[in-house]
Structure formats: C-alpha cells, structure tokens
C-alpha cells in the first residue's frame, strides 16, 4: 500500500498533494464527429484563443495624452474679394452693383428704342430717348450708306485771350482733327475719344444747324455748348492761355476737302479747300479757365 501510494504521488506529481502540475496541458483528441473528447476543449474556444492585443481604449487611465495641436481644426481658409469685407461694406458693394446694372440696362434700352424702327414706346417718350442718348451715344448708319462719305472734314479752332496784364490777342488755329489724326497714325489701340469725339461733335452741330449756322430745332442750343466744351477742353491742354492768362472767346471752323478720286478714274472734282466759319462763342466763367460747367 504505502509502496502503490508513494508511487501514486511519484507519477502525479505535485497535482496529487493538491499542487500546481507544471507540466503544459495537452488538448484532448477530438472525437471523429468534430465533438471534443470529455475533459477537452474544442478548438477554437476562447479559453484557447491568445489574448487581444493591447488597445488604450480598454482602459482610458493608461491611455497615452493626446497632442493638444492635433486636437485643434485647421485654419480655415483666408478670405478674399466681397467675402473679405465687413457686413456693412459688403451691403454698399451689393448696392453699387445693382445699381450699375440698373443703369446699363436703362441704357442698353434707350439706345433700342432710339435704333429700332419707330413704335408706340419710342414715339410716347420720343423727347425721354433724345435727351438720353444726344449728343454723347448718337447713333447712326452713315457708314454702311449707299454713298460714304468722300470728303476730309478737319475742325479747328482759335481763341481771344485776356493776359494777366489785362490785355489780349488772339492765337492761332489750332488743328484738332490733325492732333488726333497724328495720335491715332501708328497706334494700334487708339482711343475712342481721339476716333470719335471730335467728328462726332461736328457732326451733331452740323445736323442741327442751317448754312447760316443758326440752330434748328430744340437741340441746337445743346450741340452748340457740346462743341464748345470740347474746344475750351483741347485749348485748355494746349495751354493756349499761357501763364496768367485766361480764354475769353471761341470760334470754330471746318476745312472740308474732296478726297481726290483714283487714278483710274476719269471724274473731276476740285480739290481747294472750303472753309465754314462760325460765330466768336463768349464762354461762361466757369469755362474761362479750362472748366467744363
């Protein structure tokens, strides 16, 4: 007996006194329907499984501090244009606008109705159309006419001056169309005014005006002051006044010339100049010193 039970405790070991065995378990075979043998576990079992891997979730106190910088958003991006603008600004931007595009399409309706064949709107607000669109948007189809104009129409002009020592003179002509003519030649990108404004105003004076030049209609008076500003304008740069001096007086001419025909041609036309000259304009004494009131 005492020889069975000490072998007993040799081959269980320390398991037989009630100690851990420190030998490893050995998983029991399955049966051969897949079900673990008894005592056994199956495979797979959580009991089997290898621990998780750490995560700092599980436990919140051991977690490492997170960066205050990478809790932070990023910078929003920086704004430009109307957005950059104060709530007030952007109002009065807002405002500006609509009102260029109420006046751009008061204009752009004006000058359809003063084109477009005759209606009842254009003949109901006729003297409306007119005053908007004379003398700075005339309109006209003079260049696609059955018969162009063949003619070089030059525009000058010459003033009395009151010297600071209060005499005065007369200058010269001065020979506007051959300014802008000369600061046209060679530019490819001339200015609308250098083109346009001269001839336009001489033709807005000519069409309102007899061979008397005395004015017809009620859009003579108009064109008269259109023209004159103009001329007080080009003098003013010219400093036709000099030093001390002040613009007392205005006359303006034309010299028109027949363009000579082609060499081809067997027409003839004479060449010598005509000039038509109009009255000395006093000018107000806004205008005196170069102002356009």
Excluded at 140 to 166: C, M, S, Y
Aim: glycine share 8%; hydrophobic share 35%.
């Amino acid at each position: 007996m005492d020889a069975y039970d000490k072998g007993s405790d040799a081959r269980q070991g320390g398991a037989g006194r009630g100690l851990p065995d420190p030998r490893p378990a050995t998983p029991a075979p399955a049966s051969p329907t897949g079900d673990p043998a008894p005592g056994g576990s199956a495979p797979g079992h959580p009991a089997d499984r290898p621990p998780p891997p750490y995560s700092p979730r599980e436990n919140p106190d051991s977690a490492p501090s997170a960066d205050p910088a990478s809790l932070t958003a990023p910078p929003a991006e920086p704004r430009s244009g109307v957005a950059a603008l104060s709530l007030r600004y952007q109002i009065g931007a807002a405002a500006a606008l609509a009102l260029v595009a109420v006046a751009v399409c008061v204009h752009l309706g004006m000058t359809f109705l003063h084109v477009a064949p005759s209606n009842t709107v254009s003949k109901q607000h006729r003297e409306t159309i007119e005053n908007w669109i004379y003398p700075e948007f005339e309109q006209n189809w003079k260049l696609f006419a059955p018969n162009p104009l063949q003619q070089n129409i030059a525009v000058q002009v010459r003033a009395e001056v009151l010297t600071a020592d209060g005499a005065s003179r007369t200058t010269g002509w001065y020979d506007l169309s051959a300014q802008d003519g000369r600061a046209i030649d060679g530019n490819p990108a001339p200015s609308h005014t250098q083109q346009n404004e001269l001839r336009r105003a001489w033709d807005f004076f000519v069409s309102t005006h007899d061979n008397d030049n005395r004015p017809v209609g009620h859009r003579g008076a108009l064109s008269e002051a259109y023209l004159r500003r103009i001329m007080v304008m080009r003098l003013d740069r010219a400093d036709a006044a000099g030093p001390g001096g002040t613009l007392a007086r205005v006359q303006v001419r034309s010299r028109t010339t027949n363009v000579p025909p082609p060499d081809w041609s067997d027409e003839k036309i004479s060449t010598t100049p005509v000039y038509r000259t109009l009255p000395w304009w006093s000018l107000p004494d806004d205008e005196t010193r170069g102002g356009i009131g």
